[in-house]
């Protein structure tokens, strides 16, 4: 029984994680598309982005406990989802921000982030 419930919430904590990198890839990219300054060129770097991101996010916000969506924490979440969007930067190819873009793109996913159900980011 106690094995069925660990079989279990490991299977949803996969689920979660698949469906986050999922929500995030296709809010980023969504973002991309209406922010200047923003430019994902394939859907290999939207999916690679899309893992980065919510592994920084995670990341952050385990050892910074920092909510590290756009209106999670007010300015420090959303300066904090502009610095995740700029540091993929470098880690993703054909993943391209400016600072500007970067900026506007955190306000974008926090306005998409309120319509797509599920934390994206």
């Known amino acids: 029984m106690a094995e069925n419930e660990k079989d279990r919430d490991e299977k949803l904590n996969l689920t979660s994680i698949l469906l986050r990198v999922v929500l995030t890839a296709i809010v980023v990219g969504i973002a991309a598309f209406f922010t200047p300054g923003f430019s994902i060129n ?19 916000e385990k050892f910074a406990g920092i909510d590290a969506s756009p209106f999670g924490r ?12 700029f540091v993929t930067r470098y880690i993703v190819p054909g993943f391209d921000i400016t600072i500007i873009g970067a900026v506007l793109g955190a306000l974008a996913v926090g306005i998409i982030d309120m319509v797509v159900p599920g934390k994206a980011f």
Request: aromatic share 10%; charged share 0%; hydrophobic share 75%.
């Open 42 to 60: 394939n859907l290999w770097s939207l999916l690679i982005a899309g893992v980065v991101i919510a592994g920084l996010n995670f990341i952050i």
């Open 74 to 85: 007010g300015i420090t979440g959303f300066i904090v989802a502009a610095l995740i969007l």
